[in-house]
């Protein structure tokens, strides 16, 4: 061997270590496998338990969430709010996205975090189980899905949500960006997850209101196909009525 | 091609009084007459296969006037769920199909069902 070999090999020798040695790093320690083992599995996909699917693609559904006991002043103001033609089931948000025809999810459940990945994808909630609080309130701001924490009591992962943007919880319902939300979310079976939500919003409620959510393992889907609206909306609303739009010119 | 117009022609239309059904799309159903069911016979000159539906351009003819329906169907999510793929329908394609036209008399309206120039139901392979 050459002296410019020798020297090119000394060199590279720290930088092959150190690449062997960070392989090593990256796989999971015992403890995080522990850790997994430890948590149920929620593999699948699933779905709020009232949808079922026609052969021609539509959907039945019946929202479990009901009406919430709101005080007088938010009672008056959902009386008084447009009826559900005039609205549009898009980017649902939470809690909406839990209760609706559009709930088709997976979860994938770590150790750090479990995810729930609904077919409307802008609704993906990151529950943060690692331990950590919420964030200080000058870095937090309302969103859509708010902030989620969770921790596990046995193969119950309990969740507290806080911080979600006002808005409809539904198709008419909305709540106000106070809303905290404590869900409680186990297998009552092999194929089917509950989720027990008891909301308070000073703002809203007269009281905390309990809901029970229900969702069935579904078989019949291989991967989440993503629902969306801006694609191709042909359905503007003109004079509070939806109609259908000409196709856009190719 | 034939058209059976719900208005044009109410002898050759197919009138179902059904129970309403509570179709979920990404907006009130209410502009479709539920009541009612229309059978549409013509060509696919378009299937655009789009969130937050899937439609069907269908071109009806009818005592030599051709006219362009639009034909609305579910997320391409649901309807993959229930046996379909983009390439279901190609242009061209002949179909009868059954719909639910809009209250307002224009010429569009959500799909229930349809069958193909050989007899079959389309998706051949519906859901299972």
Do not use: C
């Given at each position: 061997m050459n002296k410019l070999l020798r020297r090119h090999l000394a060199l590279l020798l720290p930088v092959l270590l150190l690449g062997a040695t960070s392989v090593h790093a990256d796989l999971n320690s015992q403890q995080r496998l522990h850790a997994f083992a430890a948590l149920?599995?929620?593999t699948g996909f699933w779905e709020q338990d009232s949808v079922r699917l026609g052969a021609n693609g539509i959907s039945k559904f019946k929202p479990l969430m009901g009406h919430p006991p709101y005080n007088a002043e938010w009672e008056a103001k959902y009386q008084a709010a447009p009826g559900p033609a005039a609205h549009v089931i898009c980017s649902l948000g939470f809690p909406a996205i839990m209760d609706s025809?559009?709930?088709?999810f997976e979860l994938v459940v770590l150790p750090e975090q479990t995810l729930f990945i609904?077919?409307?994808?802008?609704?993906t909630r990151q529950i943060f189980t690692d331990g950590r609080a919420h964030p200080p309130k000058e870095d937090l701001w309302p969103t859509p899905i708010g902030d989620s924490i969770g921790h596990w009591e046995g193969q119950t992962l309990v969740v507290d949500t806080i911080s979600r943007k006002a808005?409809?919880?539904?198709?008419r319902n909305e709540l106000s960006d106070q809303a905290h939300f404590i869900e409680r979310i186990r297998l009552?079976?092999?194929n089917r997850l509950e989720d027990v939500m008891t909301i308070e919003d000073?703002?809203?409620?007269m009281r905390p209101w309990q809901v029970t959510l229900t969702y069935r393992k579904i078989k019949d889907v291989d991967r989440l196909i993503p629902y969306e609206c801006?694609?191709?909306?042909?359905n503007p609303i003109v004079n509070g009525h939806f109609t259908i739009a000409p196709p856009k010119p190719k | 091609m034939k058209r059976v117009s719900f208005r044009g022609n109410l002898a050759r239309a197919i009138l179902v009084l059904a129970l309403a059904v509570p179709a979920v799309a990404h907006?009130?159903?209410?502009?479709?007459?539920?009541?009612k069911s229309l059978t549409l016979k013509g060509a696919v000159k378009d299937f655009q296969w789009t969130n937050p539906h899937c439609w069907v351009q269908l071109l009806v003819a009818d005592n030599g006037v051709t006219t362009e329906w639009s034909v609305q169907m579910q997320s391409p999510g649901n309807l993959y769920r229930a046996g379909?793929?983009?390439?279901?329908l190609k242009v061209g394609d002949s179909i009868t199909v059954v719909v639910h036209p809009m209250r307002d008399g224009s010429l569009g309206a959500e799909w229930v069902s349809a069958i193909g120039a050989d007899g079959n139901t389309i998706p051949s392979s519906p859901l299972k």
């Open positions: 149920p599995d929620w025809p559009y709930s088709q609904p077919v409307d994808f802008s609704s808005g409809p919880i539904s198709v009552v079976d092999k000073p703002i809203a409620l801006s694609e191709n909306d042909r | 907006h009130s159903s209410a502009m479709f007459d539920f009541d379909w793929r983009p390439g279901t």
